[in-house]
């Protein structure tokens, strides 16, 4: 509630930040399936599929490991973002597996990744974990995570921007 309140008061906003509820997946389900136009890996993910996964079965019996998030604007109650991702087990990092904003022409565009990576930080520090990746980042973006203080690791099969917080 403290980074919508803060996000709210500094883009003029009315911001909600929600976990990936039932209600969110119905808003995904009209607003964003039928029009997006983005395809796998560069966002277009089945978000109903994604929560199923993460809720059911990969943070089944450690919910707690779960990060889910939907950022709306309460105003027009218009689904601005989405992300999941988890803490590892030892609790080593936390990482963020998928972030998407809206298709759409939405309130929050442009704001939907700082957004995210607020919240995560602070549930970081929370936490006491001292690092955040973004897994398999999409290549076109990889400069701009490196702008934001990330850096790029490239092991095997497996691309990470990670970033070490204090």
């Known amino acids: 509630s403290e980074v919508a309140s803060n996000f ?6 009315d911001i ?3 976990r990936i509820e039932s209600e969110t997946i119905k808003q995904w389900n009209t607003g964003w399936k039928p029009i997006n136009p983005r ?3 560069d966002g277009g993910w089945d978000w109903a599929l994604l929560r199923e996964q993460y809720y059911f079965k990969k ?13 709306w604007e309460r105003e027009t109650q218009q689904l601005c973002g989405l992300a999941l991702g988890e803490v590892e ?9 998928y972030v998407e904003g809206a298709p759409t022409n939405h ?5 939907v990744l700082d957004l995210v990576l607020t919240i995560v930080k602070r549930y970081a520090i929370v936490l006491n974990i001292h690092e955040l990746r973004l897994n398999d980042p999409v290549d076109g973006l990889i400069r701009h995570y490196e702008s934001l ?3 790029t690791k490239r092991d095997g099969k497996q691309t990470f921007c990670f970033q070490r917080l204090t």
């Open 107 to 111: 309130p929050l565009k442009g704001h």
């Open 89 to 97: 087990k030892n609790r080593s990092f936390l990482t963020i597996d």
């Open 8 to 13: 709210s008061k500094e883009l003029s906003k």
């Open 59 to 71: 943070c089944r019996y450690a919910p707690q490991r779960r990060i889910d998030i939907a950022i």
């Open 16 to 18: 909600k930040i929600t």
């Open 39 to 41: 395809k796998k890996p």
């Open 149 to 151: 203080g990330f850096q």
